[in-house]
């Protein structure tokens, strides 16, 4: 197992919160965030903040085991990695959670969206500083 660069960690979590609050705040009719609806404002992202800091230090474990040697090799292993964990796992239990609190069906698919763009920025900010 190599090193888990701890700067690609803190700066994928920096960069998907970025694109979450350009994503529900100007972006969003609604300017309500999928993790809860406090009013506009900076400090109704610390929540997904440190779910995408814990999201991030997880990938970064995980792109260490894999190894640099492997991952140069096979490059698109950061955005199977990273695209894998968002489809699979983060975008169901996101759309399952709408369905319990019956949203309208496009704002689950925006939401969703969301997930998967953020863990694929994750991917690329891995693969930059790899």
């Known amino acids: ?9 803190v700066l994928a979590a920096a960069v998907a919160l970025a694109i979450g609050a350009a994503w529900n705040g100007p972006l969003s009719r609604s300017g309500r965030t999928s993790l809860g609806s406090a009013p506009r404002g900076v400090g109704r992202f610390w929540p997904a903040g440190l779910v995408l800091l814990l999201a991030a ?3 970064g474990h ?3 085991r894999l190894g640099a040697a492997v991952l140069d090799a096979k490059p698109w292993l950061y955005f199977m990695q990273t695209g894998g964990v ?3 796992f983060v ?4 759309w399952l959670t ?4 019956a949203t309208e ?3 689950r698919v925006r939401d969703c969206g969301f997930w998967l763009v953020a863990y694929l920025a994750m991917g690329v900010v891995f693969w930059a500083l790899g």
């Open 1 to 9: 197992m190599g090193p888990v660069n701890w700067l690609a960690v």
């Open 57 to 59: 230090v997880m990938l």
């Open 62 to 64: 995980n792109f260490a």
């Open 86 to 88: 968002a489809l699979f």
């Open 91 to 94: 975008i169901p239990a996101v």
């Open 98 to 101: 709408h369905g319990s609190a």
């Open 105 to 107: 069906p496009m704002r």
